[in-house]
């Protein structure tokens, strides 16, 4: 057995039989007949049986699921920057995180696109829990991330997760795409978490710590929904934590989320690749800081930049900016129509005479403007 057995994905050797199993669940059924309308329920699932590697079940299958989704939820996804990677090169994406699935999924299926190397993607295992869901995540090459433990189990989990995913990008040539942060942002503040940072640095090996991040190879990633499709179900967390109170999540919360996130109206989409870290950066960033945790503070920081550099701000941040501040400032950056749709969207999501819950609401839209403005006119 390898010790990666209880967080890897399956094994190619291993689809198949998977697949055999779950062919015939209800969710199975339900995602093919979403991705196949038109397709009978013995043509899909012949092909399924016939599947045999993770890259020929996402191409083949959630690739289109995907596209539908894109279809029925969206007015589009474009992308920037894939002229900043090699297609033989696996890489490091460090992404802000907006929506569960969504973000990684956008990711695979441009580079599938663009013929590049996809990615293995780490997940929460609260988000696996259902069988299916874990037999799903792992033929769509997701990595679990153990959540829940206790200090000691924690590190035990983040140096075999560390160990991993170094193997992968370095031993295997395969990509890797993890959240900046643990959990989405609520408040629509992209942020890296160093704890993030200093479990992918725990199996290095290397006596200087931005060797090995330039082994790795960082790449920033941006993605921006012009409407968050769970803005209202991010209200209570942000009502708790605005009255000092704990937020305890309801059951099925994560999965509902799961599935609202996926569903849910999103307009246009935007994702880009940034520049892969430069590596005489990182080397200043090991001469100007004499310490590790200084130097993940300066790494930190650097991804933050260029993430909200890369974010594309639509009309619905710049009107929520305007209302929040009961303004007039980005007036020329969208019509009177998409204000008045987006104070539709807002009345009938949340209680608008709840100032907490209208401000909280705004800044979600609003914040990515802000961020933005630090570094040049937004």
Not at 198 to 204: C, D, Q, R, V
Not at 207 to 235: H, Q, W
Not at 344 to 360: A, Q, S, W
Request: glycine share 4%; proline share 3%.
């Amino acid at each position: 057995m390898s010790k990666f057995d209880h967080i890897r994905p399956f094994y190619d050797t291993e689809v198949n039989e998977a697949l055999h199993s779950v062919v015939q669940h209800p969710m199975m059924k339900a995602l093919m007949s979403f991705t196949f309308p038109d397709t009978p329920e013995e043509v899909w699932a012949e092909q399924l049986k016939r599947t045999h590697s993770k890259r020929d079940f996402q191409a083949n299958f959630i690739y289109h699921a995907i596209q539908m989704v894109l279809q029925k939820s969206s007015e589009g996804l474009t992308t920037s920057g894939f002229e900043n990677l090699d297609p033989h090169t696996s890489y490091l994406y460090i992404s802000n995180h907006r929506d569960i699935i969504l973000d990684t999924s956008l990711l695979n299926v441009s580079l599938l696109e663009h013929k590049m190397i996809m990615t293995a993607s780490a997940i929460g295992d609260n988000l696996v829990q259902k069988s299916f869901l874990h037999a799903l995540s792992r033929l769509n090459r997701n990595f679990v991330v153990q959540r829940g433990l206790s200090p000691r189990e924690l590190l035990q989990s983040s140096k075999l997760m560390s160990e991993y995913m170094c193997q992968l990008l370095t031993r295997e040539n395969r990509s890797v795409w993890i959240a900046q942060r643990e959990g989405r942002t609520k408040d629509g503040n992209d942020a890296t978490q160093q704890g993030v940072l200093k479990m992918i640095a725990m199996a290095s090996d290397e006596a200087n710590l931005m060797d090995y991040f330039k082994k790795l190879r960082v790449v920033p990633v941006s993605i921006s929904y012009e409407y968050d499709p769970t803005d209202a179900l991010k209200m209570p967390q942000l009502m708790a934590k605005a009255n000092d109170e704990v937020y305890v999540k309801e059951k099925n919360e994560d999965f509902n989320t799961l599935l609202s996130g996926i569903m849910g109206q999103k307009k246009r989409i935007h994702l880009h690749i940034g520049k892969p870290l430069n590596p005489a950066d990182l080397d200043t960033i090991a001469v100007e800081n004499d310490n590790a945790n200084k130097q993940i503070q300066a790494l930190a920081q650097l991804l933050d930049d260029a993430i909200i550099q890369g974010y594309k701000l639509w009309p619905t941040n710049y009107i929520a900016y305007d209302l929040l501040h009961d303004c007039t400032q980005f007036a020329d950056k969208y019509t009177e129509k998409e204000k008045q749709l987006f104070e539709r969207r807002l009345e009938l999501r949340i209680d608008i005479d709840n100032k907490v819950m209208r401000e909280g609401f705004l800044a979600m839209y609003a914040n990515p403007v802000v961020n933005k403005m630090k570094y040049q006119d937004a």
